[in-house]
């Protein structure tokens, strides 16, 4: 049928476009990933960087991350370029900064360990608020880049903790 044509033409085109996007993203990751690797070489924050990248860029996170995700990469990436770059001017600052995130991350990765060994289903939402740790790093480290809604070490705590609670049930 003539419907049926028009709809397969315009998933052609869609799926072209997502194709461009992916190839973008993946294309502005790249070059960034390497201006960090080059960056952080030898650096103060060269092993927590390294912590953080390997949560985000691990084999198979193509596959396994979400679109609405993945697409924000380049903003994480560049976030953790523009941390490397002002570190110089204000490590005591970004010692503070560095431990407020690490207090919300080290919770959510030990909330997620204590489900998985109690071999509790634990929901994407939870495994998911990662990205919200990332948000919040933009919003310490690089304002600049603009987090994409509202973001408080205070309110990722109490929502991290009803996370949690909901996953218990």
């Given at each position: 049928?003539?419907?049926?044509?028009?709809?397969?033409?315009?998933?052609?085109?869609?799926?072209?476009?997502?194709?461009?996007?992916?190839?973008?993203?993946?294309?502005?990751?790249?070059?960034?990933?390497a201006?960090?690797?080059?960056?952080?070489?030898g650096?103060?924050?060269?092993?927590?960087?390294?912590?953080?990248?390997?949560?985000?860029?691990?084999?198979?996170?193509?596959?396994?991350?979400?679109?609405?995700?993945?697409?924000?990469?380049?903003?994480?990436?560049?976030?953790?370029?523009?941390?490397?770059?002002?570190?110089?001017?204000?490590?005591?600052?970004?010692?503070?900064?560095?431990?407020?995130?690490?207090?919300?991350?080290?919770?959510?990765?030990?909330?997620?360990?204590?489900?998985?060994?109690?071999?509790?289903?634990?929901?994407?939402?939870?495994?998911?608020?990662?990205?919200?740790?990332?948000?919040?790093?933009?919003?310490?480290?690089?304002?600049e880049?603009?987090?994409?809604?509202?973001?408080?070490?205070?309110?990722?705590?109490?929502?991290?903790?009803?996370?949690?609670?909901n996953?218990?049930?």
């Amino acid at each position: 049928s003539v419907e049926f044509e028009q709809a397969v033409s315009v998933a052609k085109q869609n799926v072209s476009i997502y194709n461009l996007d992916f190839n973008q993203c993946l294309e502005r990751v790249t070059k960034i990933y390497a201006q960090i690797k080059l960056n952080m070489a030898g650096h103060k924050l060269e092993d927590e960087i390294i912590l953080q990248l390997d949560d985000l860029i691990y084999p198979e996170f193509l596959s396994s991350t979400r679109w609405q995700f993945l697409s924000n990469y380049p903003r994480y990436l560049q976030a953790i370029l523009s941390r490397i770059e002002r570190y110089t001017k204000s490590a005591g600052r970004d010692k503070l900064l560095a431990e407020e995130v690490n207090v919300i991350y080290n919770k959510w990765y030990n909330y997620v360990e204590e489900l998985e060994q109690k071999h509790k289903v634990v929901n994407s939402e939870l495994y998911a608020f990662k990205y919200k740790i990332e948000e919040l790093r933009i919003s310490l480290f690089a304002q600049e880049i603009k987090t994409l809604y509202p973001v408080s070490s205070k309110r990722l705590l109490a929502e991290l903790q009803q996370l949690y609670l909901n996953n218990l049930l």
